[in-house]
């Protein structure tokens, strides 16, 4: 988990106002729109990446918000806050 709050932290200090993100394997693609961006997290880097997103999800960290079958969320603004703070 501190690898996967690692890259989310990284992530939203280089781009502050991106809420969303997809959960996806490195082998397929997505045609996101490029008007709205997206952070992807890739199955291929996070062992058990779908348990660790539950559990952030129980915490009320993240919002579910798939699209297209495809798991996407939403960090929630308190979250996205908690990730900006100095490590």
Not at 31 to 49: A, K, Q, T
Not at 68 to 79: G, I, K, P, S, Y
Request: hydrophobic residues 40%; aromatic residues 16%.
């Amino acid at each position: 988990m501190p690898g996967l709050v690692a890259e989310m932290r990284g992530d939203i200090a280089s781009a502050q106002f991106i809420r969303e993100f997809i959960v996806i394997s490195k082998k397929w693609s997505y045609n996101g729109e490029s008007r709205n961006p997206i952070f992807y997290y890739y199955f291929e880097d996070h062992d058990d990446l779908k348990s660790m997103l539950k559990v952030i999800q129980n915490y009320g960290a993240i919002i579910e918000t798939m699209h297209n079958n495809t798991d996407r969320f939403e960090f929630t603004e308190e979250f996205a806050e908690y990730l900006l703070l100095p490590v």
